[in-house]
Structures are given as structure tokens and as C-alpha cells.
């Protein structure tokens, strides 16, 4: 076992792409040890792989709980009010040769500049470490900028403040107690120089923080807590020790939140001479260690349950305003108030029959807002959400699902699975603002980013005539309704051929508006995919293959556009925008309404909408409505104002009150605006502008 290097295999990374060339070497000197550059962005980027697909959670019945749901402030009938799009993989950079592979260690992310500053240290005894610079201004389009290479030193930490890269380290040898290191880059036009390297007693340097106070960092076994202050003279920088060395017995991870710098110290253990898990013995009460942030003063302690079952292991903790939120093996996670109390602990997961125990631990925490993410090595990562109830602040929405969840732009008779496979490892994840960056295992690094809904303003034309024009039809038979002129308004729109679906011009993404609902059932509207090369219209058994779940008991949510539509309700408010998922060429789109599935159907566990006896198969109404039990059309698909595309149903069997305004929304491929761009038109007709209704 090291030194709190980082080597169980929390951080493995498959390196099969080389770096760039490295030019504007550093060679510096014992104190300013080389630092090489590589800005060849051909190169960089051959490590990057877009990929643009939805991530959807996958419930957990044993760690959900209806009751937390439901008190959730944002939109508790659908968990699933964020997005989550996988926008790219990353590969690790290559190491020395095939026996030194880089791993990723950790991620800053500045999102005042948009940047992303992920470290990497080498797997086995060599010392060697990188640091990728991200731009993730678009994040559709994630790029490796720069690549720096610290050529003796093993990265475990990384943050970047005012220009600067601050990263912490072991040095050389990390089985020597003084090889523990923070150091700090500073870019000087296309070069980098490394202005100080300081050494802070220990074997490694495990984690920092940088403040406009200045920077506050540990290290490892048998090893300390110091706080430098930042130090200018003229245009020079450096730093300087303010405080401590304060001693930690196994200083894995700090915090600093208001007042206060929060440490998590595993404790002093003692080896019985085999270092394999289960083999060591604590001999200190290990838990949170809080000391004031200008003088490291030592304020209190608070307990953790028990010893940390891993020896130097990657363990982590966050905090905000309200809470500190320690990871804490075996045990899981542990949320802590600001006066100390363990107000929830949120379990670790199980370890699967035949699984390895090491593998399968609640590692991180990050929070972002009100959403945490709980990072669990094999068991993958797992979302929450702060809830109204302070006893138990935080509950699930459910896990990612790497490994299966979504659907791609597949055939008609598979169901293609994530990138991700069974060998990944969810081990750190890091966020800011509306992106995520996780580290896994064989898997790689993945950048994902969170799609919050927003409410755009439909235009005026829209409203004045699309929309009245449609809600003028509440009390009248849309099929017979004559405009001034005595001319049937809507009969083209009931005359083969009739629209029963989208599809795109090129590669784009699908948002959905909510403009109206006029029901009187609690309904629910999904969608359904399939390949317009493979067939022109989709067979009854394919629609059913890609909406149901693999029981064939339940509507997936994934397929669900509103679980529950009611006007005002769940954020269903007029010009309610949000992504569904990302469209090639030529795939079909239709839709369905479930007349009451919101109220009948709806598994606020799941997510799903369930069939049973109120809520039957029999029952969906499809735009391909030779699918319908009526074979009658429920639905109309047509162009309206502002380059908008519209669809909206009758919600009762036989074409009930026939006013087509049960659910009204907006197809669109842009965020902003219910115009769209890249939507094919082609079969849907043009609601006639300027109507005068008699």
C-alpha cells in the first residue's frame, strides 16, 4: 500500500492515444523543478470523443423515499426536471511507457472563465504528473487548450485562482517524509513558469484549497495542515507560510466555508504487518477536524462512525452554507450541520456477490446548489436533492446510469447502451454552474452538462393568433369549424395524409415548449423513436419495444416528455422549455398521450407510468393513430406563427369534445425561442395565417 498515493485503482484510465509534442520546455531548478508545455490542440484532442447523449437516473426503490420526493422545492412529479447530457469522453494522457499510466486525480473548474484544470499523477512508482486545461465554453464541443507536464512530481490536488494553477503533490520519492509539495504555475505568454515549490512535511501532499486569503493545504500520513498567504512584491508573486504546520495523523481532504477550514483526518493507524484491507488498527478517534481559517487554531472535532476501513485511501468532503458533507468508509456519506451533528447519514452501497469490498465505497461528495452527487467507485454515482425537511435534508433521485440507460439513434430492434461499461468506476466528480466532470475507473473522464429547463417568451403572433385560434376551439369541433368565408378551417388537417411525426435536417437537439393544457384528467405525454432507413413508419410491436420497460409493465420515463400535465403545476407554465435528447437525421419522432396516466399511473419511485387496470395499453393515443383503439385521428401536427411547430391532442376516445387543446406544445430544436431551424416541415401543413373566425 503507498503513501496516499493514489494506486487501489480508484483512478484507473485506459491511455491509448499519445500527447501532443511538448515544446517551451522549463527546465528550472531544484526549487522550480521542469515544467514542459504542449499546446498542440490536433493532438490534445484526438483524446476527446463527442459523444451527445442523454443521461437518464435509474431508481433505487430501497433508497428512495416518496415522501422526501415529494418535498423536494423543484418539480416533485418529475425527478427528472434536469437534464443530464454526455457531452464527451476523455481518454487519459499517455504515461512514460505502458507500465506508467496516468490517472486522473482531480478537477477545478473556473466557471468565471469557463475553464476546467483536471491533474493527473502516474499509476505505480514513478512520479509523474500533468495537468489538461479545458475550454468548456461550449460544451458541446469540449477542448483540450494546454497540457502541462511536471515531470517528477505526482499530482494528487489541483486549483486555479487568479492565473494560476495551484497543484499539490508528491515529489520524487513519496515513501521519503519531506517529499510532500505544493507548487504553483503561472503562464507567461505560451510558456509556463513554475513560480515556487514548497515542501510541507510528509510523504504526500493530498489536497488544497486557494482563497482570496490564500491557500490552505495537507498532506497525507503522519502529516500537516498550513496556510500560506498570498504575497506580492510589485509584479512578483509567492507565497508565504501564515500558520501552522498543524499536525494531522492522515490528512485526506479540506474544505473552507465561512469561517472555518474543515479537514478530514482518517486518524493514526498501526499495521499488524500486512497491508491489506482489514489489517489495520486504529489507534485515535478519527473524524472532521475544524480549525479558525487565519490562524489554524483548532475550534473542535467531530466524531466520524468508526475507523476508515481503507489505509491512505482517495476520501473526500465538501461543504456549503449549510452543510459538510463527508465521505466515510464503510459507513457512506455523512452530513454534518455547522454545529457538528451527523444530521443524515446517506448509506454506502452494497458490495455485489464476489465483488471486491475496495471497490464498491462511497469516495466523494460534491455539491452544486441544491443538487449532491455522491460518487461510489463500482456502484457508479448517485444524485440527491435538498428536500424541505431539515431532519433528513437530502433525498434520491436516483443513479446514473452509465451503463444502460439510454436509448441511441438505434434499429428498430435493438436498444444500444451508453459508452460507459461494466469495468468503469465512479471515484471523483467535480461541479460548477452546468457542468459536471466525472473521473471513472477504465471508463475515463466524462464531461456532462446539466440542462435546466427555462421559460422562453413565446412571440406575439403566437400568442394572438396560433394560440387563440386553438384555444377558440375549446367549446367547438375543430373538424367542422368554418372560418368568415364558410371554408372548413382544420378539415386538411383531418385529410390523408395526415403528419404524424418529425424528424431533422441534420444533427440536432429536441426541446419541448409547453404552451397549454385544457383536460380534465391528470395526463401524461411520452415520445417514440425509431429509423426512417430502416422503415418508413414504425410497427405497432416497435413503438411498444421502445416505450415499455423490459417487464412491458410500465411506460419508461425516459420516454416521457410530462409525467403529470397540469397547467401551473410541476413548473407547467406557458413557455416551459425543455431538452429531451439529441436527434441524427432521418429518426422518426411520434407521440402519445396517456389519457390519466399522471393520476392513475404515475411511480413516484420509478419515474415510470405503470400499466395496470385504470391505465391499459389499449387506452395511448398516437399520432400514428392506426395505432389507436378507435383508429380514429387524436391529434393535430401543423406549422403556426413564428416558425413554430405545433402539436396538440383530444384527450377522449371517438375524438370527445373534439377541441384538440388537451395538451398544446411547441417542437423546437433552439432553447431560446420556439422557432425552429433544422426540423423537417416536409407533410406538416401551414395553419393559415391571419384566420377570421365566424
Sequence with gaps: MMFNKITIGIFAFTTILFTGCETNDNRGSANNPPVSVSRDMASLNRRITKVNRQLFLKADPIMQNKSLIDSIHWDAANREKYNFILRAEVEAPAGKNELHTMQATHVAIDKVNQKA????????????????IFDISDLSNPRIVAQYHVEDLDISSVAYYNGRIYIAGASQDYKK??????????????SVVSVTRKQIGSYVATDLTVTDEGVY????????LVFYKHTYTGSKYTITKAAGPVAIADARSLAVNGNFVYVLDAGEYKTTGNETYGQFVPTTTAGIRVFDKNNLTEITQWSGFGAQKQFEAKTELDADNNYIFSAWQPTGLLVYNKNGTVVQTIPGPQTPTGGFYGDFVTNSATINGRLLMVSNGGAGASLYAQTDNTAV???MLGSFDFNSAYLDYFDQNSISHTAFDARQSVNFMASEGNVIFVATGLGGLKIIEIVEPKVVTLCNDFVNKTWAFAKYCETKDARTLKDINGLYIYKQFFDEPVARAISVTQQSDLYITFVSEGAGMVNSLGYYLWDRNMVAKPTYDMIKADILSDDGLSVRKERLVYSRIR???????????????SMKPNIGIGFFLIPNGGNKGFNAITGNIDLNTNVKLADFMYTHFEYNQSKLQQHMLYQGECNSIVL????????????????????????????????????????SPGLVIN
Excluded at 493545504?217 to 500537516?224: C, E, L, V, W
Excluded at 411547441?666 to 433544422?678: A, E, H, V
Design 117 to 132: 484544470f483536471v491533474s493527473y499523477n502516474t499509476r505505480g512508482e514513478l512520479s509523474d504528473g500533468m495537468v489538461d
Design 177 to 190: 517524509p519531506d517529499w510532500a509539495v505544493i507548487q504553483i504555475l503561472e503562464e507567461k505568454g505560451d
Design 217 to 224: 493545504i495537507i498532506s497525507g500520513t503522519a502529516g500537516n
Design 393 to 395: 435534508p437530502y433525498a
Design 567 to 581: 397547467n401551473n403545476q410541476n413548473d407547467l407554465v406557458k413557455g416551459y422549455t425543455k431538452y429531451y435528447l
Design 648 to 687: 396538440s391532442f383530444e384527450d377522449i376516445q371517438q375524438y370527445g369534445d373534439h377541441d384538440y387543446n388537451d395538451i398544446i406544445f411547441i417542437l423546437t430544436d433552439n432553447p431560446n425561442t420556439i422557432g425552429s431551424t433544422n426540423l423537417s416541415t416536409t407533410g406538416i401543413l401551414n395553419l
